[in-house]
């Protein structure tokens, strides 16, 4: 029996080495390794010295291998638990559990070492029977309980790490670590039964070495068995792309959800077959390997981009196995990279193009139609600032969109529009696609606000013909609004041509507002006064005042200046510089004693947003101490009619305080007869237009005036008119019952001095 019991041993210690060296050279870095290598080392010295104190003749030297086998199974033990808690990765929280482990083992092996003098934990007894002597453990004492109890901790806690972590694992995992239990188990089973039934060998010492090979085979070489298939299985179903394999017949063998979804397939194989099938057809072809292509499909509704890949499988020999589709959605991205080139390229606000992509869309089409004649046309709303400031942003929003509208509206097909600054559009089309009638009745829509108010909206176009194709399109917008800039009658004229002289104009245009500031401060703008002639009796009891620019280079007349500063507003601030040097005459006069007489002054239309004109006018008159009834205030018709319910109520409180008011440039706008039926004012100053008029069309022009100066009569107005350069016009005019005449016939405007001196006083006969 001894000799089986060693054979079994030595067969035992023989395989562990076998395992021992084979893990070796064939295990590459795994963490498991040496807590395996640790158990198989322990588990060898101790049935080692098990082996060798059985055979042992000295009690001495038995007791010292049997202390030593003792020992290493202390080792063999703790080695187990830390293995288990590395393989299962399931470590226990109350770290004191391991050290009182380990501090007890520790004690132990001191107690087991020093046995072999002192035999406390146990003795041995030398057993004979046919096969000869062997030296078996006896008279265990409670020390050697102490012994089973730490060893058979490092085992439970072992073997329940296992099952709990068999428990939890997937079924296809459960063998590695119920196997390990089993034999950790099925040891300590063996090892009772040795100590329970008092049996002459310890044959659990056989099991700890099985279960060291059935450790190493679990943790290095062991793969389940269908684990890669159903590895592959789960990667391809949960792969965002979807996934067709099929066979070498052309047959479909596997697919995913995201190919289903793709064929629209319904988990039919069939119906993937045809749908590859088609594919390939389309685009791959016989005899090609790999290809790549894109689709777009509508899927639930929506859009979807797709890349599709094609790849024929071959095997070592290079024979054809089958192949594969990939079905990569990348709409997502898409979608992301569509909406930043939108942004990019777009206005948020109208949704027309930008500037920078209307000039790289223009500039596209002009180069490739080298034969076609192109205009760059922009458009600009007069006022717009005003808008955002009198009736909010989201009103002017609204007017851009709709003018946005509008071009989508009114532009031929393939031509190219966009928005270029806050007021301002741009379109490219074909000179010959061009029809301005048709774009003048769609922009003349556009003319209040939706809020009803009477404010209009006037937009203005400048159209550049393409000469140079090379030309920067920015450089011919630039040109187009140059022309929009030449447009000085807001009402009436809305488009204008860019000719080459806009450029100089411009440049001077910049000059006269640079030098403003200086002209004010330096007293450069003068007060000239064109007198006024009493048909009546031929008396001149004063003059309208009208601005001069004594500039150094020489005079220069408000034509040259006034519209300019109207459109940058610098005019408000001329005109009460005017109003003021009107007023510090008046008040030179009343000093003087003559209190009859009077000046006129102009209010730009541009004055009532830009200033609180009632304020400003009525601080003069107090502040100069004037009577109101000296100082003419002469407002344009079109200035009153833009913004009727404010204005009318300024001037009829400007006509209280005392002022005369008179409606300057009759006939000059658009709705004459209406200015009249609405406005109280006492003087009609009637446009020199109209005379111009009565050269051409004599009869009826004049029939036309004599109505006008008649109407005015009848409404309590006196008459103005403006312009009379002939005797013929003096007369008619005077028939006609024209209360007062201004014009070169009678005197240009001549500095305030000389005014003075000419006429202060005296009496001119007509
Ligand atoms: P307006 O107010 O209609 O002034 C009359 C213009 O007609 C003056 O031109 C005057 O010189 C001119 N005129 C007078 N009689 C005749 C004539 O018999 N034949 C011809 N061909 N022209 C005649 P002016 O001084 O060059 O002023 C032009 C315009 O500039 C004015 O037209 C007025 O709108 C504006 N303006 C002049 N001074 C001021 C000012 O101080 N403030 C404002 N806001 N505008 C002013
Ligand atoms: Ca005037
Ligand atoms: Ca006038």
Known sequence: MKWIYVSALCGAVILMLFCFFYSKVKTKKNVLEKPMRRIMIFAGISITANCI??????????????????????????????????YTGIRAKNKNGIKIMGISALIDCLLLLSNPFIKIVYDCVLISDKYGHFWKVTDRGFLFLFHLAVIYSFIVVSFVTLIKKASSSPAIYKIKYVTVAFMVGISMAMNLMYMNFDFNFDSS???????????????????????????LFFTIANMKDGIICMDIDGKCVHFNKNADIYCDAYNDFQAIEQQAKYMFRENVGEGVTEATWESVRRVDGEMHHYTLEYKSIFDNHRCYLGCFFIIHD???????????????????????????????????????????????????????????????????????????????????????????????????VPKDTFNESVLLKRIRKIDSLPENTSFKIHIHIGVYEVTDPDIRVSVMCDRAN??????????????????????????????????FENALKTKQFKAYVQPQITAKDGKINGGEVL??????????????????????????????????????????????????????VNISQKDFYLLDVYEVITSLVKKY????????????????MNNPTEQLKLVSRLREF??????????????SLNTLKDLTADVLKIDM??????ENREERSKTILRMIISLAKSLDMEVITEGVETKEQVDFLTEFGCDIFQGYFFAKPMPIEEFEEKYIGTYTKV
């Open 205 to 231: 010492l056989v099991c700890y070495a099985l279960m060291t090979c059935a450790v190493y085979y679990f943790s290095i070489l062991y793969i389940p068995r269908g684990l890669m298939e159903k590895l």
């Open 53 to 86: 104190a059985v055979l042992m003749t000295s009690k001495f030297y038995a007791l010292i291998c049997y202390a030593i086998y003792h020992c290493f199974l202390d080792a063999f033990g703790m080695a187990l638990l830390h293995y288990v808690r590395l």
């Open 482 to 515: 140059l022309a929009i800039h030449t447009i000085k009658d807001s009402y009436q004229n809305i488009v204008a041509y860019y000719d080459s002289h806009l450029r100089e104009d411009f440049i001077n245009e910049q000059k006269v507002i640079s030098e």
């Open 330 to 428: 990348h709409t997502e991205e898409t979608n992301k990279f569509s909406a930043e080139k939108y942004r990019a390229t777009h206005d948020m606000l109208t949704g027309v193009y930008n500037k920078e992509y209307f000039c790289e869309k223009s500039s596209q089409m002009i180069r490739e139609n080298p034969d076609t004649s192109y205009y760059i046309i922009c458009s600009d709303v007069k006022n717009f600032k005003l808008v955002n400031d009198i009736f909010g942003v989201e009103t002017g929003d609204n007017l851009l969109k709709k003018i946005a509208a509008l071009l989508q509206e009114v532009i031929p097909e393939n031509c190219v529009y966009g928005r270029l600054s806050s007021d301002r559009f741009a379109m490219c």
């Open 547 to 600: 601005v001069r620019w004594l500039h150094p280079d020489g005079m220069i007349p408000p034509y040259k200046f006034i519209q300019i500063f109207e459109q940058t507003g610098l005019i408000s601030r001329l005109d009460s510089y005017m109003w003021e040097l009107a007023c510090i005459q008046l008040d030179k006069w009343n000093k003087e004693g003559r209190t009859n007489y009077y000046l006129s």
């Open 658 to 671: 005392g002022f005369l008011i008179e409606i300057d440039d009759f006939g000059s706008g658009y709705s």
């Open 689 to 694: 237009g109209f005379l111009k008029h009565t």
């Open 625 to 640: 101490n004037i009577n109101p009834k000296n100082l003419h205030l002469e407002i344009t018709e079109t200035a009153i």
